[in-house]
């Protein structure tokens, strides 16, 4: 089971008496991923007690464990404090994370401006963050401005436009995705492999976005 193989890593952890960073983010990213985010914290805790300094396999790992154990506000406070208070480099896909929490939060005018804010330019990942969770609380008017910045760095973005698509879908818009189906044919667009669009006869849609932010 997940619980028994962090136990066993846990044992194994203790069980090293010298404890570099590498053996302490090795711990805490374990924790995040099995989804014990109070664990991966209380490593933290210890980390910070005995003066280990955190890099960004810990900012990521902290991330991760916040996210996963619905703990978004507190991932949130962790990524105001490193991006002030620490020399930690954020890059995007700590973006991403960050950006996913608000959406978790159903804040998702908030994580729009968040990117729009960001000192760096969002990259596709970023912004597909923001377009799952408008599709996830069908919110069409955000949903079509995210697609766009998209579609314009990547025009033939497969996800953004099987997202949206079905989107559409889910809310009856047929001719909406038989637009959207013949810009793809146009521009020679594949669909994502491993994802189903939605039909008028009621196919499920196979969520491919499971692991596009594999660090959450």
Request: proline fraction near 2%; charge should be neutral; include cysteine.
């Amino acid at each position: 089971s997940d619980l028994g193989s962090i136990q066993d890593g846990i044992k194994v952890f203790r069980v090293i008496k010298q404890k570099n960073l590498v053996s302490w983010n090795s711990i805490l990213v374990g924790c995040a991923q099995y989804g014990y985010g109070k664990w991966a914290l209380a490593f933290f805790a210890q980390m910070l007690r005995i003066e280990v300094e955190p890099n960004e396999i810990t900012f990521t790992g902290l991330l991760n464990a916040a996210n996963h154990s619905g703990m978004w506000q507190k991932g949130r406070h962790f990524f105001q404090f490193f991006s002030k208070y620490t020399s930690i480099e954020i890059n995007l896909q700590h973006y991403a994370c960050s950006v996913d929490m608000i959406c978790r939060c159903g804040k998702l005018e908030e994580a729009e401006k968040f990117i729009k804010n960001m000192p760096v330019k969002a990259d596709s990942l970023v912004w597909l963050t923001l377009l799952n969770a408008c599709c996830m609380h069908s919110n069409f008017e955000i949903a079509e401005r995210v697609s766009k910045c998209i579609l314009d760095q990547d025009p033939i973005c497969s996800a953004a436009y099987t997202l949206l698509s079905n989107l559409y879908a889910s809310a009856g818009r047929w001719s909406d995705v038989s637009r959207i189906r013949m810009e793809m044919r146009l521009r020679d667009v594949a669909k994502q492999q491993g994802c189903s669009w939605l039909t008028p006869e009621g196919d499920k849609h196979e969520n491919y976005y499971n692991g596009i932010c594999s660090l959450l």
